[in-house]
């Protein structure tokens, strides 16, 4: 059964849906969707924030898709960790003190069954999004007390395997209010750039609207710079999960004014949304491309229209585009996308990195960059093809 109050919000949601997105039964029908619904608040209660926020994942998984990572409802409540993902193993990344300790159980569930759990309710549109998606979720107490082996428990007790060899058991009550974890913590050293030897290094981690004023000062002072000995550009854009794709334009307009230079992009599996549109602009330029694979198709929905309802935020996705190295692609209307859009602009488009390095445990422990370090002693004649 669901209460009235999340039912009136169910249904606000499913007509902003039905309005807004540029195609909204591209994965189910109104009525399979209908049926899901039903069958869910059959089978469960609908009565707090944590059931609710599980029902709207559970459902906007299956309206999407791997086509579209942009419909969202967007609810937090934080505990004070931070994790990563590695060969579905997971493990503490922040507080430092904690760093490595490897997650065993919650509230004595093994940790591969909250894997299991969240994978029913966590959208992607490709495996390194799915990790990401893993590691925002597991420090939102709200997602993590609507799984079903969660549901009803007061407190969150994480237990872990030091690298000592040692139990720890770490207690999150549901009643306390925690403060908000630095999961963009990186941000901190966006638009910043530094000359090693022969390589100038800008890192480019987003293009949130916050940061406008700082890119364009990087760039204005990047001007001045006597870069004659530097034969190299590394654009680190790891953690670029999107913005406004319009701050872009002055690093592409900087890599073009120096073309006489060998670019390099530095990828990882964060890259989403106008991420990927530096990322394909900065292919146009010429860059090779070090890393992992990036958290989205390059073609998918977007453009994510948000609407509050009574402190509830969604949103839905109006368009359907693609930066696309060959053809671009931008449907920002149901017409449009009726009219335009064909079934190969529909085949997912997946990015492949020139050499591809991903991040290891053993990396992630000690702290290395071999993607960094790759680039750094990268030259044109070691390309793999």
């Given amino acids: 059964m669901i209460s009235i109050k999340y039912k009136n ?5 499913i007509k902003h849906y039905k309005d807004t997105h540029v195609n909204p039964w591209h994965e189910i029908s109104e009525d399979e969707l209908q049926a899901i619904y039903d069958d869910l608040t059959g089978k469960m209660e609908v009565d707090d924030d944590y059931t609710f926020n599980y029902l709207m994942n559970y459902i906007i998984k299956r309206l999407s898709g791997l086509e579209d990572a942009h419909t969202e409802y967007d609810d937090w409540k934080f505990i004070p960790l931070l994790f990563r993902v590695f060969d579905n193993e997971v493990y ?42 893993y590691e925002k979720s597991l420090f939102n107490a709200k997602k993590l007390y609507g799984l079903p082996s969660l549901r009803g428990s007061s407190n969150l007790n994480i237990r872990t395997l030091g690298k000592d060899g040692l139990i720890s058991n770490h207690t999150y009550e549901k009643d306390i209010k ?14 910043t750039y530094k000359i090693k030897g022969e390589a100038l290094i800008y890192k480019h981690f987003s293009v949130q609207k916050q940061f406008e004023e700082k890119i364009q000062q990087a760039f204005l002072e990047l001007e001045k710079e006597d870069l004659s000995n530097v034969s190299k550009i590394i ?23 120096n073309q006489d230079k060998t670019l390099i992009v530095l990828t990882d599996y964060r890259i989403f949304s106008g991420g990927r549109y530096a990322l394909v602009d900065l292919i146009k330029a010429g ?63 997946i990015f492949e990195p020139d050499i591809y390095i991903e991040e290891t445990l053993e990396d992630f422990l000690r702290e290395n960059d071999p993607v960094m370090d790759e680039a750094i002693n990268y030259q044109p004649s070691n390309r793999l093809k």
């Fill in 9 to 13: 919000l169910y249904d606000a949601f």
């Fill in 92 to 133: 503490i990344s922040w507080p430092l003190e904690l760093k490595g300790e490897k997650v065993l159980t919650i509230n004595s569930i093994p940790i591969q069954n909250i894997l299991d759990e969240l994978e029913d309710i966590i959208t992607y549109g490709t495996e390194g999004k799915k990790i990401h998606r």
């Fill in 178 to 191: 925690y403060p908000c974890p630095p999961f963009y913590g990186y941000w901190e050293d966006n638009a």
């Fill in 235 to 257: 654009i680190d854009l790891r953690g670029n999960t999107g913005g406004n794709s319009k701050l872009n334009k002055p690093l592409i307009d900087f890599v073009n004014k």
């Fill in 287 to 349: 860059a090779i491309t070090i890393g992992g694979k990036i958290g989205t198709p390059l073609n998918c929905y977007g453009n994510s229209n948000w609407i509050r309802i009574d402190n509830y935020a969604f949103s839905a996705s109006e368009s359907y585009l693609s930066p696309g190295l060959d053809r671009s692609i931008f449907a920002p209307s149901k017409e449009d996308f009726q009219k335009n859009i064909t079934k190969r602009d529909l085949v997912l488009n």
